[in-house]
C-alpha cells in the first residue's frame, strides 16, 4: 500500500505538489493524468525515493521498480541487456517475445528505434520482482501496436505478482484499458480521482471536464 499525508514539493517559492491525503491499495493500478508540469514524475520521483518531499509523510513498500520516461540501453544484444538483472535466458527471451521483440533478440540494443528502446527498458524492469511498479510515460514512444503491447506486459505482471502498479501517462488509451483509477493533477494537485469510466462520466471539476474532453471509452 501506498499511503501520503500532507505531501508538499517545492522548488524554490514554486509548489509543484500539494497532497493533503492520498491511499493507492496493494494491487491497484492507478494511472496518473494531467498536463506537462503537473506534478506526475514529481510524484513518481518521490515514490522511488529518488527526490524528497519538502514536507510531509510517504510511505511505500521497500521493494520498488522505478521506470523513466528516458529509455536507456547497455552494450550488447537485447537478451544481454535483459540478462543484466540476472534473469536466465528463458526469462530473457519470454519477455521479448511477449513484447513483441524476440525478432531483435541478438541484435545490438543501441540500435533500436525509440518504441523498440522503451519496450526493452520495460523487459528489463518486468525481469524482477517488486511490491510498487512506478512508470513514467511507459508508452510515450510507442505506436499503438507497440502500447498495446506493453499493456499487456503490465497486467500480465501484475497479475503474476500482485503489485501495485503506479503509471503516469498523456495516453487516454492507457489510463481507460490499464488502469483501475485514474488520478487528474492540476499543478501538483488532484483534480479528479475515481474510475476512468466514472471521471470520464462526470468529471468533478470544470478542469478535469475540459482535459478529458475527447477521450473516449
Known amino acids: 500500500m501506498v499511503e501520503i499525508r ?4 517545492r522548488y ?13 491499495a496493494q494491487g491497484e493500478t492507478v494511472a496518473l493524468a494531467g498536463a506537462n508540469g503537473s506534478g506526475k514524475t514529481t510524484l513518481l520521483r518521490i515514490l522511488a525515493g529518488l527526490i524528497k518531499a519538502t514536507a510531509g509523510t510517504v510511505e511505500t513498500p521497500e521493494q ?13 544484444d537485447l537478451r544481454r541487456n535483459i540478462q543484466l538483472t540476472r534473469a536466465d ?11 513483441g521483440l524476440d525478432h531483435l533478440s541478438e541484435k545490438k540494443a543501441t540500435s533500436l528505434s525509440g518504441g523498440e528502446l522503451q519496450r526493452l527498458s520495460l523487459c528489463r524492469v518486468l525481469s524482477q ?16 501496436a507497440g502500447a498495446a503491447l506493453v499493456v499487456k506486459a503490465i497486467e ?17 488509451a492507457l489510463a481507460l484499458h490499464a488502469a483501475d483509477r485514474l488520478i487528474v493533477l492540476n499543478g501538483g494537485n488532484v483534480e479528479a ?25
Open 64 to 76: 520498488k521498480l522505478y521506470m523513466p520516461q528516458q529509455a536507456y540501453a547497455f552494450r550488447g
Open 156 to 172: 500480465a505482471y501484475r497479475a503474476a505478482c500482485g503489485c501495485t502498479v503506479v503509471m503516469s501517462t498523456h495516453s487516454p
Open 129 to 144: 520482482d517488486c511490491a510498487l511498479l512506478l512508470l513514467d510515460e511507459p508508452t510515450s514512444a510507442c505506436d499503438a
Open 12 to 24: 524554490g517559492e514554486r509548489t509543484v505538489l500539494d497532497l493533503p491525503q492520498l491511499t493507492i
Open 193 to 217: 480521482d475515481g474510475a476512468p469510466e466514472a471521471i470520464l462520466a462526470n468529471p468533478e471539476t470544470q478542469w478535469a471536464k475540459s482535459f478529458t474532453a475527447g477521450w473516449k471509452l
Open 6 to 9: 500532507n505531501l508538499k514539493k
Open 89 to 99: 535466458r528463458a526469462e530473457a527471451d519470454r519477455l521479448l517475445q511477449q513484447l
